[in-house]
Structure formats: C-alpha cells, structure tokens
C-alpha cells in the first residue's frame, strides 16, 4: 500500500495568515492526489484534485500543487471558518490511502 | 441537488453483521463510482472500498477482504455495505462517497458525500 504522511500533525495561525501543509507519498502517485477539509462532526469536503484543480464552488483563497511524491495545499487570508482537519488522499491505485490529517487552529 | 442520503445509526453485537445503505438522487447513479471510507471517532479517514454501479465491479481494501461486501439495487438508486464479523475496532461513522470515473483528460475524486453512518460494536 502507497502511505500518506503529513505534515505537520497541527498548525496554529492568525487571521490573515498564508499556511502551508504538505503531503507526502510513498511513490510515485503522478497527480492522482485530493484534499479535503473535514469540520467536527461533519463529512469531509473536497477542495483539490488532480493535485492543484479546485473543486467547484471551493474560493481561490486554497491551492494544490506538486506531482509525483511531494504535494503542498496553501490557504491564503486565512480566516476562523477554515478551521478544521485536512486530509489528502492518493487514488492512483488502491488502495486509495489517507494521510493521517492536520489539524488546523487559529491562534 | 446531489445529495447521498444514508441510513441510520446502528449498534451491534461482536460477531454480528452490519448494512449500511447510501441512496443517491440529484444525479445519474450509473455515472459514477460509490467508495466507502470509515473513520474511528477522534481518529482518520480510511478508505474501504468502491463499487462500479454500472456492472457491480468492486475493488476492497486488503485489510477488508474477506469481511466486507459492496452491492448495489438500480432500481433505487442505493448502495450497500455489509460488514461482517464485527469487533469492537469496527466501531466508526461510516460514509460513502461519489466519484465520476477517470478519463484520458481528468481524474477528479470524492466529490459528494454522504451525512455519515455511526456503527458501534459493543457487547
């Protein structure tokens, strides 16, 4: 199975903030990479696939890139309603693995 | 509007069996893929498996293999899983989850999702 490592496990920034997590793989996934962001107690939503095409109706403020085994997802003018856990997930063959999430605080 | 609606909170007995159902409207259900992904309440996402509605083909997670089975009824635009031999770490919400199958041009992922099914596995 491909694995997933994020990092970091948690992030603490201010409003107006720009942050950065990163997502690793294991091998070579080409660009069959997604995130999601997931609020407590809801189901997870999709923001990115393909490594950097968002998903529609997802603002401009959040952005994917990377290929291969390296991916980033930036979220720009951070603000208190992107609080929340965010996942990336490999589908380029299965399984189709999860990293382990990062949690996201405002300060 | 899409919408994958599932079906109630379960809890059942070690050793027993658990379905899970995911009915589908707002879209052509043979349009798209059904995946399952679970997740052990405080803990991640862990993908299970997915089943192609149009032909019933599937695909499990080697660590369901053997346990799990994923079906589909056209007729009502509704997709399963059943979880057999339940243990306590089977305890988790349980969703489902749509994806348009890729083509030569794009390979999107889980678009839509359903509200999640709570499955506790307790004596």
């Known amino acids: 199975d491909i694995q997933m490592t994020q990092s970091p496990s948690s992030l603490s920034a201010s409003v107006g903030d720009r942050v950065t997590i990163t997502c690793r793989a294991s091998?070579?996934?080409?660009?069959?990479l997604a995130w999601f962001q997931q609020k407590p107690g809801k189901a997870p939503k999709s923001l990115i696939y393909?490594?950097?095409s968002l998903e529609s109706g997802v603002p401009s403020k959040f952005s994917g890139s990377g290929s291969g085994t390296d991916f980033t997802l930036t979220i720009s003018n951070l603000q208190a309603e992107d609080v929340g856990t965010y996942y990336c997930?490999?589908?380029?063959?299965?399984?189709?693995?999860f990293g382990q999430g990062t949690r996201l605080e405002i300060k | 509007q899409v919408q994958l609606v599932q079906s109630g909170a379960e809890v059942k007995k070690p050793g027993a069996s658990v379905r899970v159902s995911c009915k589908a409207s707002?879209?052509?259900?043979?349009?798209?893929?059904i995946h399952w992904v679970r997740q052990p309440l405080g803990q991640g996402l862990e993908w299970m498996g997915r089943?192609?509605?149009?032909?019933?083909?599937?695909s499990y997670a080697q660590k369901f293999q053997g346990r799990v089975t994923m079906t589909r009824d056209m007729s009502v635009t509704t997709a399963y899983m059943e979880l057999n031999r339940l243990r306590s770490d089977d305890t988790a919400v349980y969703y489902c989850?749509?994806?348009?199958?890729?083509?030569?041009?794009?390979?999107?992922?889980?678009?839509?999702w359903g509200q999640g099914t709570l499955v506790t596995v307790s004596s």
């Open positions: 989850a749509r994806v348009v199958p890729c083509t030569t041009l794009v390979c999107s992922s889980l678009d839509s």
């Open positions: 707002g879209f052509t259900f043979t349009d798209y893929h």
């Open positions: 089943i192609n509605p149009n032909n019933g083909g599937t």
């Open positions: 091998q070579d996934i080409r660009k069959y």
């Open positions: 393909a490594a950097s």
């Open positions: 997930q490999q589908y380029n063959s299965y399984p189709h693995t």
